[in-house]
């Protein structure tokens, strides 16, 4: 085989764009052990794909078939669930209870403003009437 059809082979299987019959006639060539000398280093390679290829495993593969249980994890959601409408009732009751509080301080402010401006009218009648007794006094 031509030692330059090799060397365009080999420059194809680095940048991976050999077909199955160009690798099998690489793998040919540097297994024959006549290999060109500044292709040395490549021949190592190529023996060890052949001899990984051989390689088998004779551990046991044990697969994990227990299932897991999602029992527990919808128990989990569940109380969650309730927690959080626990918290979502009591957060709106609370509100109430400050719409409330806050509508009783508004009656209350109106009831104060409203005798306040009570007063106000009743003190204006007393400021005319004193200033009819001054008007009256000050003339005799």
Do not use: C
């Not at 085989?1 to 077909?19: D, F, G, H, P």
């Not at 209870?97 to 401006?117: P, R």
Request: no cysteine; hydrophobic share 40%; charged share 25%.
């Amino acid at each position: 085989m031509e030692l330059s059809r090799i060397e365009q082979l080999l420059e194809k299987y680095l940048n991976a764009e050999t077909s199955l019959q160009e690798e099998a006639t690489l793998k040919n060539y540097f297994s024959s052990g006549n290999v060109a000398p500044h292709l040395q280093e490549y021949e190592a390679m190529f023996s060890y794909f052949a001899f990984s290829k051989e390689e088998t495993s004779t551990k046991p593969i044990q697969l994990n078939t227990k299932k897991k249980s999602w029992r527990w994890m919808s128990v989990a959601a569940s109380v969650m669930l309730l927690i959080s409408g626990a918290f979502m009732v009591n957060s709106y009751l609370e509100e109430q209870k400050v719409k409330e509080q806050y509508a009783e301080v508004m009656n209350t402010l109106k009831l104060l403003s409203t005798n306040l401006n009570k007063g106000n009218e009743a003190m204006a009648s007393l400021y005319v009437y004193e200033d009819t007794v001054n008007k009256i006094l000050k003339t005799k």
